[in-house]
């Protein structure tokens, strides 16, 4: 089967850095996103990643490598607006997307 | 600014009636999606349709039906609400097979 595994809680302090993981087994890939979604509202997206490396955009970079089947959302000087579930997706081979159940990020002062 | 568009925003609906949640975008894409998300949970793919006159089953699609007569219009249909249908419909879009999904502001259902 295809699974997407995510951390289901994590909590951080504002300022701080934090690195949410994100491991996949699926068939075959296509490519990864990243989305961030506040209580009570649709997901929006944050990033993509379909070659390894690291993928950089303001306070936030993605991670990918493919061989591991893993990736990583960094998030750096963390802000109250942050606290947010961040959930990770993968394309398959068949272009269907996978999500994981998300990772609730709690940020305190 | 939404480019994709849900109605109603919210709905309170008796058991057993039929209901249709509306779906719009105006980015002329041809990927468009209906997702079920239960508060803190995963999103669960219903139906999802690539383009005019395409339609596919995804988990959660037994209880209910879409059409896809326009490019911009997907709307879903309940036959029967039951409660176990209560919770947040997502409905999204894509131009392409691996762009990031544009999501509307859902629609939230409790079927009392």
């Known amino acids: 089967g295809q699974n997407i595994d995510q951390p289901t809680e994590m909590t951080a302090t504002e300022g701080a850095i934090v690195q949410i993981n994100c491991t996949y087994q699926?068939?075959?890939?296509?490519?990864l996103f990243w989305y961030q979604q506040h209580a009570g509202e649709a997901p929006t997206f944050l990033s993509y990643?379909?070659l390894d490396g690291l993928e950089e955009k303001g306070r936030f970079s993605s991670f990918l490598s493919r061989s591991k089947g893993y990736s990583y959302l960094l998030l750096k000087e963390l802000q109250m607006k942050d606290s947010a579930s961040y959930l990770c997706?993968?394309?398959?081979?068949?272009?269907?997307?996978?999500w994981g159940a998300g990772t609730k990020l709690i940020i305190k002062p | 600014e939404a480019d994709i568009y849900q109605t109603p925003r919210y709905l309170v609906i008796g058991t057993g009636k039929k209901i249709t949640l509306e779906c719009s975008q105006t980015?002329?894409?041809?990927?468009m999606y209906w997702y079920q998300q239960d508060p803190g949970m995963e999103l669960h793919l219903i139906h999802y349709?690539?383009?005019?006159?395409?339609?596919e089953k995804g988990d959660l699609s037994s209880e209910s039906t879409v059409s896809r007569i326009r490019t911009e219009h997907f709307p879903l249909t309940l036959e029967s609400a039951r409660p176990s249908h209560t919770s947040q419909y997502l409905c999204?879009?894509?131009?392409?097979?691996?762009?990031?999904?544009?999501f509307g502001n859902g629609t939230r259902l409790t079927v009392t």
């Open positions: 999204a879009s894509s131009p392409t097979e691996n762009s990031p999904l544009h």
């Open positions: 980015m002329g894409h041809d990927k």
């Open positions: 349709s690539y383009g005019v006159n395409s339609t």
């Open positions: 699926t068939s075959g890939f296509n490519g």
């Open positions: 990643n379909v």
């Open positions: 997706a993968v394309i398959d081979s068949n272009y269907q997307l996978i």
